[in-house]
Nanobody, 120 residues
Framework: QVQLVESGGALVQAGGSLRLSCAAS????????MAWYRQAPGKQREWVAT???????NYAASLKGRFTISRDNAKDTLYLQMDSLKPEDTAVYYC??????????????WGQGTQVTVSS
């Protein structure tokens, strides 16, 4: 079974940095695009950034310049470097991968989320 596992969430002071990771594992899959989403308390899940297989990136306009998405295709791992963190960045961060899984076809897979808390 294909799984996405996030890590790296923590409590950090405003102005600090964090690096989130999301590792994909399981049998017989290939990854197309990958993305980060986040969900703050009482709010809907929102898109943060996307990276394609070849490495093209897109960001939510409000986050561009502070967040950097990257991936290591050899390790099937997605990253999110978050700098100059603000209290409003507090949320559960989820990774999503567009996967093609052998004998199951193509679909979006989600991780379980990792908590990021930014204190003022």
């Amino acid at each position: 079974q294909v799984q996405l596992v996030e890590s790296g969430g923590a409590l950090v002071q405003a102005g600090g940095s964090l690096r989130l990771s999301c590792a994909a594992s399981g049998p017989a899959f290939s990854i197309n695009s990958m993305a980060w989403y986040r969900q703050a308390p009482g709010k809907q899940r929102e898109w943060v950034a996307t990276i394609t297989g070849p490495g093209s990136t897109n960001y939510a306009a409000s986050l561009k310049g502070r967040f950097t998405i990257s991936r290591d295709n050899a390790k099937d791992t997605l990253y999110l470097q978050m700098d100059s963190l603000k209290p409003e960045d507090t949320a559960v961060y989820y990774c999503m991968a567009d996967l093609k899984v052998f004998q199951r076809g193509r679909g979006n897979y989600w991780g379980q989320g990792t908590q990021v808390t930014v204190s003022s």
